[in-house]
């Protein structure tokens, strides 16, 4: 279903966050029958372009709906989505209308992990060789809100919008996969299922992060291209390699940590994809990962006097992407501070890291880091304590850090809940490590 579609029909755009509102206004400008937003609250109303339907009304305006547009945020486990889909009401998505008109010139990136950063530098490496492009999606720009005419497009793509897409990008890439989010999607295999959809309506090329053996197992038979291995692009040493070829080195890239060096091979394997010649460009493209910024939130060094380094990795929601941020520092002592909503994850994979780690401090934030300082309670040469909110954890790791620890926040959780989002949370982890230096 293309955008076009929707003229003349009865819409309603269910969710009015940043992606229902470009929505809102992409959909009225093909000029629908009838629009109608559909909202949970009625702070929408002083700023609506469309009528607006609220609280317990919501559903039945969906129904009368010829096609419901979902916000990201609406599961697929919804009670609604389920009984509009069995009343024969079509139900789509933003990306999906936007991706059916600009597939072919389109480079979706989408992963549990390192999608954000890889989708960046993605889409700066391209500029740099004189590919010029519109970067946006899950990170930015929402893709309705895109420009309709670029030459090329590089999107960050969560596993919610991947779900309802019908036409896959010319280039998709995935650089990670491990169980999330199954509270939205519903489980591990469906949530596996929406992730992997990007790949399902025959892109031209797909690219893949031969490090990570679940993604591997779960692309077997497709026609991939296989980024982090010695065939492809990948890391020998102190140099980022194609195949026996040197190119530049790691240290070129200013972000810390084998995953992400893993994210600069799965970008120089996308920019070949499209015919750069990467070799060739090697000069080019190690002054471009030279002045790449690192994204916020995503181990973010804090200045601090007291020789410890604080870190901030906000964004990490669940126990895999902690896990990775802490192999970013292998040779100092690490304090963790981690905790957050609790939906059940099951964080026997920081168990297992930290009995091959060995040695480090772990401090446990509400509300989830009881629990998960009570799994790891007993393991030898692991310090724990349990925090009453996270300006009370910074205070602890000052007092309990080893001189020139590495104090990182990875929650290993989401924010909500006691913060409005993950730069909230990182807002107020700043705030503490400012206020407790003196």
Known sequence: MRLADLAGRRVAVWGTGREGMAA?????????????????????RSHAVADVVSGPDGFAALAAADVVVRSPGVPN????????????????????????????????????????????LTSHLFAAVGRPNAFGGNIGVPLLDLPGDADLYVLELSGYQCADLRHSPAIAAVTALFPEHLDW???????????????????????????????????????????????????????VCFRREPL?????????????????????????????DVVASAGVLAEAAASFQPLPH??????????????????????????????????????????GQDRGVDYTPLRDYFERRGTATVIGMPDSGARIVDLLSGLPRLTVAVADD??????????????????????AAPSYGRFNDFAHRSEVFVAAVRETAG
């Open 77 to 120: 486990t919804h009670e609604w989505v389920v009984a509009l889909r069995a009343r024969g009401v079509p139900v789509t998505g933003g990306s999906a209308l936007w991706m059916a008109d600009h597939a072919a010139t389109t480079v979706g990136v989408t992963g549990s992990k390192g999608k954000s950063t890889t989708s960046a």
């Open 248 to 276: 530049f080195p790691r240290a070129a890239l200013n972000l810390v940590g084998r995953h992400n060096a893993a994210n600069l091979c799965v970008a120089l394997a996308i920019l070949s994809c499209s015919g750069v």
């Open 390 to 411: 996270l300006p009370h954890a910074v205070r602890l790791a000052r007092e309990l850090s080893a001189p020139g620890a590495v104090v990182l926040l990875s929650p």
């Open 24 to 44: 809102l206004r992409a959909i009225g400008a093909v000029r629908p029958a009838s629009l109608v937003a559909v909202e949970d609250t009625d702070s929408f």
């Open 185 to 239: 999607h519903g489980g591990v295999r469906e949530y596996y299922r929406d992730k992997l959809n990007l790949l399902a309506h025959g892109p031209a090329h797909i690219v893949v992060n031969g490090l990570d053996e679940r993604l591997m197992a779960e692309v077997a038979g497709l026609p991939v291209t296989v980024a982090g291995v010695p065939d492809g692009f990948h890391l020998d040493g102190p140099n």
């Open 298 to 339: 995503r181990l973010t060094h804090i200045e601090d006097p007291s020789g410890l380094t604080f870190v901030d990795d906000s964004l990490s929601t669940s126990p895999y992407p902690a896990i990775s941020a802490m192999e970013a520092f292998p040779d100092r002592p690490l304090t963790l501070l981690v905790g």
